[in-house]
T-cell receptor
C-alpha cells in the first residue's frame, strides 16, 4: 500500500544546477500537488494539477516547472536552483470529486541548494 | 497579517494530559476546517475534518470550530508519547481540492513520559 511516493528523499545542489523531483500515486486520484515547507511559513502550494492534462500555478510558482506525465505521476523541475529554494518539498494527491479535501502526502524531499 | 495564525510551540506536556491546540483565522468565508498531524521527517496526514461550526469527536481527538470567534481547536485526551508531532490546521472557503487550502504554520507537541 504505497500511497504517494517521492524521490529522491535528500538532495544537495549547487546554485545553477537543475533537477527533477519525482512523484507517483497509486490511489487513482485525479488531483496532484507540489508544496514546499519552510520554518515559520507553513505549507505553500507551488503548482497543482486538478486532472490529467492540466496544470496551474499555486502561491509560489517562480523558479519551478511541472509536468503531469499521466494520471499517476507529477514531476517538479528546478531549472536553475537558487539558495532560496532550499526547503522540504512535498507531493500530495486527492480525489477532488467535490466530497472532501483529504490530501495524501508523500514523505518529502529535503533539498539544499548551496 | 497571515490569514491563519498558529502558535509554533513547542508545547511540552506530561503523558496523560489533555492537550489543546488552536488556530485563529481572519477570513470569515472559511467553512471547511482540517487538522493534519506530521511526524518528524514525514508528510502530513489528515487527522480531523469538520464543516462549519460545532464539534467532532474521533477517539481521543475532538475538533471544535467557533466561527463567530474565528477560532478552531483540537483537543487530545489522555495524550501519549506517540502523539508527539507537529499539528497543522488547514481551512478552505469552498470544497474541491488542496489548491484551495490555507495552512497554519504548525504547532510542535511533545508528550513526555
Amino acid at each position: 500500500n504505497a500511497g504517494v511516493t517521492q524521490t529522491p528523499k535528500f538532495q544537495v545542489l549547487k546554485t545553477g544546477q537543475s533537477m527533477t523531483l519525482q512523484c507517483a500515486q497509486d490511489m487513482n486520484h485525479n488531483s496532484m500537488y507540489w508544496y514546499r515547507q519552510d520554518p515559520g511559513m507553513g505549507l505553500r502550494l507551488i503548482y497543482y494539477s486538478a486532472s490529467e492534462g492540466t496544470t496551474d500555478k499555486g502561491e509560489v510558482p517562480n523558479g519551478y516547472n511541472v509536468s503531469r506525465l499521466n494520471k499517476r505521476e507529477f514531476s517538479l523541475r528546478l531549472e536553475s536552483a537558487a539558495p532560496s529554494q532550499t526547503s522540504v518539498y512535498f507531493c500530495a494527491s486527492s480525489r477532488t470529486d467535490g466530497t472532501d479535501e483529504k490530501l495524501f502526502f508523500g514523505s518529502g524531499t529535503q533539498l539544499s541548494v548551496l | 497579517q497571515k490569514e491563519v495564525e498558529q502558535d509554533p510551540g513547542p508545547l511540552s506536556v506530561p503523558e496523560g494530559a489533555i492537550v489543546s491546540l488552536n488556530c485563529t483565522y481572519s477570513n470569515s468565508a472559511f467553512q471547511y476546517f482540517m487538522w493534519y498531524r506530521q511526524y518528524s521527517r514525514k508528510g502530513p496526514e489528515l487527522l480531523m475534518y469538520t464543516y462549519s461550526s460545532g464539534n467532532k469527536e474521533d477517539g481521543r481527538f475532538t475538533a471544535q470550530v467557533d466561527k463567530s470567534s474565528k477560532y478552531i481547536s483540537l483537543f487530545i485526551r489522555d495524550s501519549q508519547p506517540s502523539d508527539s508531532a507537529t499539528y497543522l490546521c488547514a481551512m478552505s472557503r469552498i470544497t474541491g481540492g488542496g489548491n484551495k487550502l490555507t495552512f497554519g504554520t504548525g504547532t510542535q507537541l511533545k508528550v513526555e513520559l
